[in-house]
C-alpha cells in the first residue's frame, strides 16, 4: 500500500504543477457551461411588445398576465403604432394586442386577443411564444393552469375548470419546478469529471512516454500490479481535487439538494463516473503517447460523450438514431441517474444506471491496467 500511496501521491502533485493541464480540462466544461448560462437566458426572455388598448378590468387583467409572464417574455408596453414599427424592425419578435372591445367580447364569449409574430426568425421561438401566450390566456379563467399554479404545485388529481371547457387532473411528479438551468447543469458536471479525469490522467501518462519515465517505472523492482494501481488511485485523487470542492460549494449554497436518502446514490454514482473517466484516460494516453495529441483527440472525444450523452436535452426527446446511439454512450446512463438521484422523489431506474457506469468503469480500468503493463513490458 505503500507504494500505491508513493505512486498516486508522485501524479497528484505532478498534475497540481501542471497549470496548462488543468486549464485544458476545465475550461472546455467551463465554458460549455457558460454557453448554457446564456441558452437559459436567451430562452426565457423573447422581446415582446405588448399593446392593451382596453381599459376594462378584464383587459388590464390580461395584460398583467401576459406582463407577469417573466419566464417567457421581455415585455415591452407600447401604443400601436411603436408596436409595428418594433415589428418590422425586428427588434421585438412579437406584438401582443388587447384590443378595446375585449370587456365587451368576454361577456359573449367572443373575446380574442391579437398576436403579430415574426416567424422568420426561428420557428422555435416562435412556438416558445405561441405556447407561453396560450398559457397566459388559460390563467385568466384558470389561474392554477398559468406560471402561478406551475410554481404553487402540486395540484394532485385536482380537477380544474379552464376556458377550453375540457377539465384537467393535474399529478405532478415532483412538489418543486426545476429550471433549465438547473436541469442543464448535471451535464455540465458530468463533463467537468469527464474532462478532468480523463484529459488529466492521460496527458500525465502521454508524459510518460515523452520524458521516458515509462521505462524507469518499467525497471522499478516494485510489483507492476502496485504501481498501476498507485497511477489510478492518483487519477481519482487528482479528479477529486476539482471535483470534491465543487461538490461541496454547490451543496452548500443549495445550487443542489436531492431528496432525503438520495445522497449515498448520488456519490456512489459520482465515484463510479470518476473511476471511468480515469481509466478511459489512461488508455487514451497510452494509445496516443503525445500531451498534444492527448489534448487535441481527449477534448473531442469529451464533446461527443457530452452530446451524445443528451448534453442538451433529454435522450428521448432526440431523434431516433440519437437515442440508439446513446445507448452506448455511459454518460447518458451517468445524467439520467444523476438527474434522477436529485431532482425524483424516487430512484426509479438508477440501479441500472448505476450498474451501467459501474461496469465501463471496471471495464475502463481493467483494459487500462492491462495496457498499461503491456506498455511497461515493451519499454523494459
Not at 461527443?304 to 426527446?317: A, D, K, Q, S
Amino acid at each position: 500500500m505503500r507504494t500505491v500511496w508513493g505512486v498516486a501521491r508522485h501524479e497528484l502533485i505532478l498534475w497540481l504543477r501542471s497549470p496548462g493541464a488543468i486549464a485544458a480540462a476545465l475550461l472546455p466544461a467551463l465554458g460549455m457551461g457558460l454557453l448554457v448560462a446564456l441558452m437559459t437566458v436567451s430562452i426565457g426572455w423573447q422581446p415582446l411588445a405588448l399593446v392593451v388598448e382596453g381599459q376594462g378590468e378584464m383587459a388590464v387583467r390580461m395584460g398583467h398576465l401576459i406582463d407577469a409572464d417573466e419566464e417567457a417574455y421581455k415585455v415591452m408596453a407600447m401604443d400601436r403604432a411603436a408596436a409595428d414599427r418594433a415589428l418590422r424592425e425586428q427588434r421585438v419578435a412579437a406584438v401582443v394586442i388587447v384590443p378595446a372591445d375585449f370587456d365587451a367580447r368576454i361577456a359573449t364569449s367572443d373575446a380574442r386577443v391579437e398576436l403579430y409574430l415574426n416567424n422568420v426568425v426561428d420557428v422555435d421561438l416562435g412556438d416558445d411564444i405561441r405556447r407561453a401566450l396560450t398559457r397566459s390566456l388559460a390563467e385568466l379563467d384558470a389561474p392554477q393552469l398559468g406560471v402561478l399554479g406551475e410554481r404553487q404545485g402540486p395540484s394532485h388529481g385536482l380537477v380544474l375548470d379552464n376556458p377550453f371547457r375540457v377539465a384537467i387532473a393535474e399529478k405532478d411528479l415532483r412538489e418543486t419546478d426545476v429550471s433549465f438551468f438547473e436541469y442543464q447543469m448535471i451535464p455540465i458536471a458530468v463533463l467537468i469529471v469527464i474532462c478532468v479525469g480523463m484529459l488529466g490522467t492521460s496527458m500525465l501518462t502521454a508524459r510518460d512516454f515523452e520524458q521516458r519515465t515509462a521505462k524507469l517505472l518499467a525497471l522499478c523492482p516494485t510489483a507492476r500490479g502496485w504501481l498501476i494501481a498507485g497511477k489510478l488511485v492518483g487519477g481519482v485523487f487528482m479528479t477529486l481535487t476539482v471535483v470534491a470542492p465543487l461538490l461541496g460549494l454547490a451543496a452548500w449554497l443549495r445550487w443542489i439538494a436531492p431528496p432525503p436518502g438520495h445522497w449515498p446514490a448520488l456519490l456512489a454514482l459520482l465515484g463510479a463516473l470518476v473511476v471511468l473517466a480515469v481509466g478511459a484516460g489512461l488508455v487514451l494516453g497510452i494509445w496516443l503517447r503525445n500531451a498534444r495529441l492527448v489534448a487535441m483527440v481527449g477534448l473531442n472525444l469529451a464533446a461527443y460523450l457530452f452530446f451524445l450523452g443528451g448534453g442538451f436535452t433529454t435522450v428521448p426527446f432526440l431523434p431516433a438514431w440519437i437515442q440508439t446511439a446513446s445507448r452506448f454512450i455511459p454518460t447518458s446512463y451517468a445524467i439520467e441517474g444523476l438527474r434522477q438521484a436529485l431532482f425524483y422523489p424516487d430512484l426509479v431506474g438508477f440501479g441500472r444506471d448505476l450498474l451501467v457506469v459501474a461496469g465501463c468503469a471496471a471495464a475502463a480500468l481493467v483494459a487500462g491496467g492491462l495496457a498499461l503493463g503491456r506498455a511497461w513490458r515493451r519499454a523494459w
